[in-house]
Protein backbone atom coordinates (compact mmCIF):
# COMPACT_ATOMS: atom_id res chain seq x y z
CA UNK A 1 0.00 0.00 0.00
CA UNK A 2 1.37 3.51 -0.88
CA UNK A 3 2.62 5.39 1.69
CA UNK A 4 0.57 8.77 1.46
CA UNK A 5 -2.48 6.78 1.36
CA UNK A 6 -1.82 4.94 4.19
CA UNK A 7 -0.62 7.77 5.76
CA UNK A 8 -3.51 10.27 4.87
CA UNK A 9 -6.27 7.76 5.46
CA UNK A 10 -4.63 7.31 9.01
CA UNK A 11 -4.70 11.08 9.54
CA UNK A 12 -8.54 11.56 8.80
CA UNK A 13 -9.20 8.28 10.65
CA UNK A 14 -8.14 9.66 13.33
CA UNK A 15 -9.26 13.41 13.23
CA UNK A 16 -12.66 11.39 12.56
CA UNK A 17 -12.44 9.50 15.71
CA UNK A 18 -11.53 12.43 17.72
CA UNK A 19 -14.73 14.50 16.52
CA UNK A 20 -16.83 11.20 17.54
CA UNK A 21 -15.42 10.67 20.97
CA UNK A 22 -16.77 8.16 23.30
CA UNK A 23 -19.92 7.66 24.96
CA UNK A 24 -19.94 6.49 28.29
CA UNK A 25 -22.71 4.13 30.03
CA UNK A 26 -22.84 3.18 34.08
CA UNK A 27 -24.15 0.00 34.27
CA UNK A 28 -25.13 -1.28 37.71
CA UNK A 29 -27.47 -3.97 38.92
CA UNK A 30 -26.64 -7.24 41.06
CA UNK A 31 -24.60 -9.96 40.06
CA UNK A 32 -25.68 -12.20 37.68
CA UNK A 33 -28.88 -10.75 36.37
CA UNK A 34 -27.79 -10.02 33.28
CA UNK A 35 -25.80 -7.06 32.29
CA UNK A 36 -22.38 -7.84 30.59
CA UNK A 37 -25.15 -10.17 28.36
CA UNK A 38 -27.09 -7.31 27.64
CA UNK A 39 -23.89 -5.24 27.14
CA UNK A 40 -23.07 -7.77 24.50
CA UNK A 41 -26.27 -7.93 22.60
CA UNK A 42 -26.07 -4.11 21.85
CA UNK A 43 -22.77 -3.49 21.74
CA UNK A 44 -21.50 -6.65 20.18
CA UNK A 45 -19.12 -9.52 21.51
CA UNK A 46 -16.24 -7.15 21.61
CA UNK A 47 -17.24 -5.31 24.23
CA UNK A 48 -16.85 -8.73 26.79
CA UNK A 49 -14.54 -7.88 29.28
CA UNK A 50 -11.13 -8.76 28.65
CA UNK A 51 -8.65 -6.41 30.94
CA UNK A 52 -10.31 -4.80 34.36
CA UNK A 53 -10.24 -1.64 32.91
CA UNK A 54 -8.89 1.44 34.67
CA UNK A 55 -10.54 3.15 38.06
CA UNK A 56 -12.38 6.27 36.81
CA UNK A 57 -10.77 8.50 39.89
CA UNK A 58 -7.56 7.24 41.87
CA UNK A 59 -8.75 4.46 44.50
CA UNK A 60 -12.38 4.08 42.76
CA UNK A 61 -14.22 0.84 42.50
CA UNK A 62 -15.81 2.20 39.56
CA UNK A 63 -13.95 1.10 36.18
CA UNK A 64 -13.57 2.61 32.99
CA UNK A 65 -13.49 0.18 29.94
CA UNK A 66 -13.06 1.95 26.48
CA UNK A 67 -13.88 -0.02 23.66
CA UNK A 68 -13.64 1.92 20.43
CA UNK A 69 -16.25 4.37 21.00
CA UNK A 70 -17.58 3.00 24.12
CA UNK A 71 -16.92 3.60 27.56
CA UNK A 72 -18.21 1.29 30.21
CA UNK A 73 -18.62 2.21 33.71
CA UNK A 74 -18.52 -0.76 35.82
CA UNK A 75 -18.72 -1.40 39.68
CA UNK A 76 -15.73 -4.15 41.11
CA UNK A 77 -15.28 -5.35 44.09
CA UNK A 78 -18.04 -3.79 45.40
CA UNK A 79 -21.94 -5.09 44.79
CA UNK A 80 -24.90 -3.01 44.54
CA UNK A 81 -27.68 -4.24 48.01
CA UNK A 82 -24.32 -4.35 50.13
CA UNK A 83 -21.88 -1.53 49.17
CA UNK A 84 -24.78 0.96 47.85
CA UNK A 85 -22.66 4.01 49.90
CA UNK A 86 -19.68 3.25 49.05
CA UNK A 87 -20.50 3.38 45.05
CA UNK A 88 -22.47 6.23 45.09
CA UNK A 89 -19.91 8.29 47.03
CA UNK A 90 -17.17 6.69 44.42
CA UNK A 91 -19.80 8.15 41.62
CA UNK A 92 -20.66 11.39 43.34
CA UNK A 93 -16.40 11.75 42.96
CA UNK A 94 -15.84 10.68 40.04
CA UNK A 95 -18.98 13.12 38.58
CA UNK A 96 -17.99 16.16 40.40
CA UNK A 97 -14.22 15.23 38.59
CA UNK A 98 -15.73 14.56 35.31
CA UNK A 99 -17.89 17.72 35.27
CA UNK A 100 -14.86 19.62 34.46
CA UNK A 101 -13.59 17.53 31.37
CA UNK A 102 -15.08 17.71 28.39
CA UNK A 103 -18.44 15.93 27.17
CA UNK A 104 -16.90 12.66 25.84
CA UNK A 105 -14.72 11.93 29.11
CA UNK A 106 -18.24 12.13 31.14
CA UNK A 107 -20.49 9.90 32.60
CA UNK A 108 -23.71 10.14 29.85
CA UNK A 109 -26.25 7.99 31.55
CA UNK A 110 -26.69 4.67 33.43
CA UNK A 111 -28.67 1.51 32.91
CA UNK A 112 -30.12 -0.36 35.81
CA UNK A 113 -30.75 -3.86 35.84
CA UNK A 114 -33.12 -6.34 37.88
CA UNK A 115 -33.97 -9.53 36.85
CA UNK A 116 -37.07 -9.44 35.85
CA UNK A 117 -38.27 -12.96 37.59
CA UNK A 118 -36.81 -11.95 41.05
CA UNK A 119 -40.66 -10.58 41.54
CA UNK A 120 -39.33 -8.34 43.97
CA UNK A 121 -37.71 -4.79 44.26
CA UNK A 122 -36.23 -3.48 47.42
CA UNK A 123 -36.36 -0.07 48.65
CA UNK A 124 -32.76 -0.15 48.81
CA UNK A 125 -32.43 -0.12 44.71
CA UNK A 126 -35.32 2.67 44.54
CA UNK A 127 -32.85 4.56 46.68
CA UNK A 128 -30.01 3.69 44.84
CA UNK A 129 -31.49 5.03 41.45
CA UNK A 130 -32.58 8.40 43.20
CA UNK A 131 -29.18 9.07 43.89
CA UNK A 132 -28.28 8.48 40.58
CA UNK A 133 -30.56 10.88 39.21
CA UNK A 134 -29.46 13.85 42.22
CA UNK A 135 -26.07 13.19 40.49
CA UNK A 136 -27.76 14.59 36.82
CA UNK A 137 -27.91 10.78 35.51
CA UNK A 138 -30.64 9.63 33.25
CA UNK A 139 -31.17 6.23 34.33
CA UNK A 140 -33.23 3.49 32.16
CA UNK A 141 -34.48 0.62 34.19
CA UNK A 142 -34.11 -2.64 32.32
CA UNK A 143 -35.79 -5.90 33.31
CA UNK A 144 -33.83 -8.39 32.42
CA UNK A 145 -34.07 -12.35 31.23
CA UNK A 146 -38.25 -11.37 30.61
CA UNK A 147 -39.59 -14.62 28.91
CA UNK A 148 -42.34 -13.84 26.27
CA UNK A 149 -44.58 -16.17 24.78
CA UNK A 150 -46.71 -15.28 22.22
CA UNK A 151 -45.82 -11.52 22.42
CA UNK A 152 -46.89 -11.54 26.11
CA UNK A 153 -44.66 -10.63 28.64
CA UNK A 154 -44.32 -13.47 31.71
CA UNK A 155 -47.11 -11.75 34.43
CA UNK A 156 -44.51 -12.14 36.99
CA UNK A 157 -42.16 -10.00 34.86
CA UNK A 158 -44.90 -7.60 34.35
CA UNK A 159 -45.97 -7.23 37.88
CA UNK A 160 -42.53 -6.31 39.20
CA UNK A 161 -42.71 -3.42 35.94
CA UNK A 162 -46.06 -2.24 37.66
CA UNK A 163 -44.51 -2.11 41.20
CA UNK A 164 -41.24 0.00 40.20
CA UNK A 165 -43.27 1.87 37.94
CA UNK A 166 -45.81 3.13 40.94
CA UNK A 167 -42.79 4.10 43.00
CA UNK A 168 -42.30 7.22 40.20
CA UNK A 169 -38.73 6.93 40.34
CA UNK A 170 -36.81 9.40 38.26
CA UNK A 171 -35.92 7.33 35.25
CA UNK A 172 -36.62 7.74 31.73
CA UNK A 173 -40.13 6.79 30.22
CA UNK A 174 -41.30 6.52 34.10
CA UNK A 175 -41.20 2.77 33.60
CA UNK A 176 -38.75 -0.14 33.15
CA UNK A 177 -38.17 -1.52 29.87
CA UNK A 178 -38.34 -5.41 29.58
CA UNK A 179 -35.75 -7.39 27.73
CA UNK A 180 -34.43 -10.54 26.82
CA UNK A 181 -30.83 -10.44 25.81
CA UNK A 182 -29.30 -14.13 24.23
CA UNK A 183 -31.32 -16.66 22.55
CA UNK A 184 -31.94 -20.03 24.78
CA UNK A 185 -31.90 -22.98 22.29
CA UNK A 186 -33.30 -25.16 25.41
CA UNK A 187 -36.47 -22.87 25.61
CA UNK A 188 -36.12 -21.59 22.59
CA UNK A 189 -37.07 -17.96 23.84
CA UNK A 190 -35.45 -15.05 21.03
CA UNK A 191 -33.97 -12.05 22.18
CA UNK A 192 -36.69 -8.70 22.61
CA UNK A 193 -36.72 -5.71 24.15
CA UNK A 194 -33.34 -4.59 22.90
CA UNK A 195 -34.07 -1.92 20.61
CA UNK A 196 -36.50 -0.36 23.27
CA UNK A 197 -33.60 -0.11 25.63
CA UNK A 198 -31.69 1.53 23.13
CA UNK A 199 -34.41 3.91 21.65
CA UNK A 200 -34.43 5.38 25.35
CA UNK A 201 -31.41 5.48 25.43
CA UNK A 202 -30.67 7.94 22.56
CA UNK A 203 -33.50 10.18 23.51
CA UNK A 204 -31.44 11.01 26.64
CA UNK A 205 -27.73 10.76 25.92
CA UNK A 206 -25.83 14.40 25.00
CA UNK A 207 -25.96 15.47 21.27
CA UNK A 208 -22.84 15.79 21.28
CA UNK A 209 -22.23 11.63 22.06
CA UNK A 210 -24.80 10.68 19.53
CA UNK A 211 -22.36 10.12 16.71
CA UNK A 212 -20.68 7.74 19.31
CA UNK A 213 -23.68 5.65 20.38
CA UNK A 214 -24.60 5.05 16.98
CA UNK A 215 -21.11 3.56 16.06
CA UNK A 216 -20.89 1.73 19.27
CA UNK A 217 -24.18 -0.45 19.41
CA UNK A 218 -24.38 -3.03 16.85
CA UNK A 219 -28.17 -3.52 16.66
CA UNK A 220 -29.57 -0.87 14.80
CA UNK A 221 -28.76 -0.82 11.22
CA UNK A 222 -30.95 1.78 9.72
CA UNK A 223 -28.98 4.60 12.31
CA UNK A 224 -26.45 3.78 11.09
CA UNK A 225 -27.29 4.00 7.57
CA UNK A 226 -29.07 7.49 8.35
CA UNK A 227 -25.43 8.49 9.95
CA UNK A 228 -23.54 7.51 6.94
CA UNK A 229 -25.86 9.45 4.27
CA UNK A 230 -25.58 12.43 6.46
CA UNK A 231 -22.15 12.20 6.23
CA UNK A 232 -22.51 11.74 2.99
CA UNK A 233 -24.28 14.53 2.16
CA UNK A 234 -21.50 17.01 4.41
CA UNK A 235 -18.45 15.63 1.92
CA UNK A 236 -20.50 16.45 -0.95
CA UNK A 237 -20.87 19.63 0.10
CA UNK A 238 -17.65 20.27 1.16
CA UNK A 239 -16.46 19.08 -2.60
CA UNK A 240 -18.79 21.31 -4.46
CA UNK A 241 -17.53 24.35 -2.03
CA UNK A 242 -13.92 23.06 -2.62
CA UNK A 243 -14.55 23.60 -6.36
CA UNK A 244 -16.94 26.38 -6.32
CA UNK A 245 -14.74 28.31 -8.50
CA UNK A 246 -13.65 25.49 -10.89
CA UNK A 247 -10.67 23.57 -10.40
CA UNK A 248 -8.12 21.98 -13.46
CA UNK A 249 -8.30 18.25 -13.14
CA UNK A 250 -4.71 18.08 -12.59
CA UNK A 251 -6.04 19.52 -9.04
CA UNK A 252 -8.75 16.78 -8.49
CA UNK A 253 -6.32 15.16 -5.62
CA UNK A 254 -7.19 18.37 -3.32
CA UNK A 255 -10.61 16.41 -3.03
CA UNK A 256 -8.74 13.77 -1.55
CA UNK A 257 -8.63 14.50 1.64
CA UNK A 258 -12.61 15.02 1.67
CA UNK A 259 -13.22 11.74 0.54
CA UNK A 260 -10.98 10.37 3.06
CA UNK A 261 -12.61 11.88 6.04
CA UNK A 262 -16.04 10.37 5.20
CA UNK A 263 -14.84 6.91 3.80
CA UNK A 264 -13.19 6.91 8.01
CA UNK A 265 -16.30 8.10 9.11
CA UNK A 266 -18.53 5.45 7.50
CA UNK A 267 -15.50 2.69 8.51
CA UNK A 268 -16.04 3.74 11.66
CA UNK A 269 -20.09 4.26 12.28
CA UNK A 270 -19.64 0.27 11.09
CA UNK A 271 -16.79 -0.49 13.54
CA UNK A 272 -14.39 -1.50 10.35
CA UNK A 273 -10.50 -1.22 12.26
CA UNK A 274 -8.16 1.33 10.55
CA UNK A 275 -5.99 -1.58 8.96
CA UNK A 276 -9.21 -3.49 7.46
CA UNK A 277 -10.49 -0.70 6.59
CA UNK A 278 -7.59 0.87 4.81
CA UNK A 279 -6.71 -1.92 3.01
CA UNK A 280 -10.51 -2.29 1.46
CA UNK A 281 -10.48 1.22 0.23
CA UNK A 282 -7.34 0.73 -1.55
CA UNK A 283 -8.47 -2.54 -3.15
CA UNK A 284 -12.09 -0.67 -3.71
CA UNK A 285 -10.93 2.19 -5.51
CA UNK A 286 -7.56 0.42 -6.06
CA UNK A 287 -6.27 3.81 -5.04
CA UNK A 288 -2.85 3.98 -4.05
CA UNK A 289 -1.85 0.60 -5.49
CA UNK A 290 1.34 1.89 -7.36
CA UNK A 291 -0.61 4.59 -9.71
CA UNK A 292 -0.81 6.51 -6.48
CA UNK A 293 -3.41 9.54 -6.73
CA UNK A 294 -4.06 8.79 -10.51
CA UNK A 295 -6.44 6.02 -9.69
CA UNK A 296 -8.45 9.04 -7.72
CA UNK A 297 -8.62 10.73 -10.77
CA UNK A 298 -8.97 7.53 -13.08
CA UNK A 299 -12.60 6.70 -10.70
CA UNK A 300 -13.33 10.68 -11.60
CA UNK A 301 -12.96 10.17 -14.90
CA UNK A 302 -15.97 7.76 -15.09
CA UNK A 303 -18.09 10.74 -13.35
CA UNK A 304 -20.06 12.32 -16.56
CA UNK A 305 -18.51 15.57 -18.08
CA UNK A 306 -15.39 15.46 -16.20
CA UNK A 307 -13.74 12.62 -18.23
CA UNK A 308 -14.07 14.43 -21.63
CA UNK A 309 -12.53 17.30 -19.41
CA UNK A 310 -9.10 15.64 -19.06
CA UNK A 311 -7.05 19.02 -19.14
CA UNK A 312 -10.12 21.36 -18.48
CA UNK A 313 -12.07 22.20 -15.69
CA UNK A 314 -13.88 20.23 -12.51
CA UNK A 315 -16.73 22.38 -11.10
CA UNK A 316 -18.67 22.18 -8.07
CA UNK A 317 -21.18 19.61 -9.93
CA UNK A 318 -18.81 17.03 -10.60
CA UNK A 319 -16.84 17.83 -7.42
CA UNK A 320 -20.22 16.69 -5.66
CA UNK A 321 -21.45 13.49 -7.99
CA UNK A 322 -18.17 12.36 -7.51
CA UNK A 323 -17.36 12.69 -4.23
CA UNK A 324 -21.73 11.66 -3.42
CA UNK A 325 -20.98 8.36 -5.69
CA UNK A 326 -18.10 7.61 -3.79
CA UNK A 327 -19.49 7.85 -0.72
CA UNK A 328 -22.37 5.54 -1.35
CA UNK A 329 -20.23 2.67 -2.81
CA UNK A 330 -18.30 2.82 0.56
CA UNK A 331 -21.44 2.88 2.12
CA UNK A 332 -22.40 -0.43 -0.11
CA UNK A 333 -19.06 -2.20 0.87
CA UNK A 334 -18.77 -1.30 4.70
CA UNK A 335 -22.64 -2.71 5.15
CA UNK A 336 -21.54 -5.56 2.94
CA UNK A 337 -18.69 -6.17 5.61
CA UNK A 338 -20.39 -6.15 8.86
CA UNK A 339 -22.38 -8.73 7.28
CA UNK A 340 -19.94 -10.80 7.22
CA UNK A 341 -19.30 -10.59 3.42
CA UNK A 342 -15.78 -10.97 2.55
CA UNK A 343 -14.89 -13.42 5.11
CA UNK A 344 -13.85 -12.91 8.43
CA UNK A 345 -10.83 -10.49 9.72
CA UNK A 346 -7.84 -11.19 8.32
CA UNK A 347 -9.16 -12.97 5.95
CA UNK A 348 -7.88 -12.63 2.19
CA UNK A 349 -10.07 -9.96 0.54
CA UNK A 350 -11.82 -11.01 -2.94
CA UNK A 351 -10.07 -7.61 -4.59
CA UNK A 352 -11.67 -8.14 -7.58
CA UNK A 353 -15.38 -9.19 -6.34
CA UNK A 354 -15.10 -6.19 -3.88
CA UNK A 355 -13.39 -3.61 -6.82
CA UNK A 356 -16.89 -4.16 -9.15
CA UNK A 357 -19.05 -3.99 -6.20
CA UNK A 358 -17.57 -0.81 -5.42
CA UNK A 359 -17.44 0.43 -9.10
CA UNK A 360 -20.88 -1.07 -10.23
CA UNK A 361 -22.25 0.92 -7.38
CA UNK A 362 -20.15 4.22 -7.99
CA UNK A 363 -21.52 4.37 -11.50
CA UNK A 364 -24.74 3.27 -9.96
CA UNK A 365 -24.84 6.58 -8.04
CA UNK A 366 -23.51 8.78 -10.96
CA UNK A 367 -26.73 8.04 -13.00
CA UNK A 368 -29.13 8.24 -10.15
CA UNK A 369 -27.29 11.66 -9.08
CA UNK A 370 -27.66 12.73 -12.50
CA UNK A 371 -31.18 12.10 -13.11
CA UNK A 372 -31.93 13.78 -9.55
CA UNK A 373 -30.01 16.77 -10.13
CA UNK A 374 -31.78 16.87 -14.11
CA UNK A 375 -35.21 16.74 -12.69
CA UNK A 376 -34.10 19.48 -9.40
CA UNK A 377 -35.22 16.60 -6.88
N1 LIG B 1 -30.42 -17.08 27.61
C1 LIG B 1 -30.12 -15.98 28.30
N2 LIG B 1 -29.21 -16.04 29.28
C2 LIG B 1 -28.91 -14.90 29.94
C3 LIG B 1 -29.55 -13.67 29.63
N3 LIG B 1 -29.04 -12.74 30.46
C4 LIG B 1 -28.14 -13.36 31.24
N4 LIG B 1 -28.06 -14.66 30.95
C5 LIG B 1 -27.19 -15.66 31.58
O1 LIG B 1 -27.12 -15.40 32.96
C6 LIG B 1 -25.79 -15.52 33.44
C7 LIG B 1 -25.32 -14.22 34.09
O2 LIG B 1 -25.30 -13.20 33.12
P1 LIG B 1 -24.20 -12.06 33.10
O3 LIG B 1 -24.49 -11.23 31.92
O4 LIG B 1 -22.86 -12.60 33.24
O5 LIG B 1 -24.57 -11.27 34.44
P2 LIG B 1 -23.84 -9.98 35.06
O6 LIG B 1 -24.92 -9.13 35.58
O7 LIG B 1 -22.90 -9.39 34.10
O8 LIG B 1 -23.05 -10.65 36.26
P3 LIG B 1 -21.77 -10.06 37.04
O9 LIG B 1 -20.79 -9.58 36.04
O10 LIG B 1 -21.29 -11.21 37.83
O11 LIG B 1 -22.28 -8.97 37.92
C8 LIG B 1 -24.95 -15.94 32.27
O12 LIG B 1 -24.80 -17.32 32.28
C9 LIG B 1 -25.77 -15.51 31.06
O13 LIG B 1 -25.53 -16.31 29.95
C10 LIG B 1 -30.52 -13.66 28.57
O14 LIG B 1 -31.13 -12.63 28.24
N5 LIG B 1 -30.76 -14.84 27.96
MG1 LIG C 1 -20.82 -9.02 34.15
Redesign the pocket.
Known amino acids: MADWFKDSFRQEFDKQSAVMGRFNLAIF?????????????IFGEEVARTGIGEPVTRGSHLYLDKVGHLGLI?TQGLEIGKDDKEIISDLNKAVSQMRRMELHEQIHLAWY?IRGMDRRFEETEAEFIRRLDDLGLPVVVVL??VPMREGHYHPDAVMLAEQIAAKRLPIVGGRPFL??????PF?G?R?HGLQEVLDATFRVAPVGVEGALIAAQEIDLARKAKEAQKHITVAATSAAAAAASPIPFSDAAMLIPIQLAMMARISQIYKIKFDRAALLAVASTTAATSAGRATFTGLLKMVPGAGTLAGGMIGAGVASSFTYAMGQAWLVVCQRVVKGGFGAVGSVIDNEQLRDMFTDEFRKRLKLRRSETKTGG
Open positions: GKTGVGKSTLINADCTQAYAKYDTQP
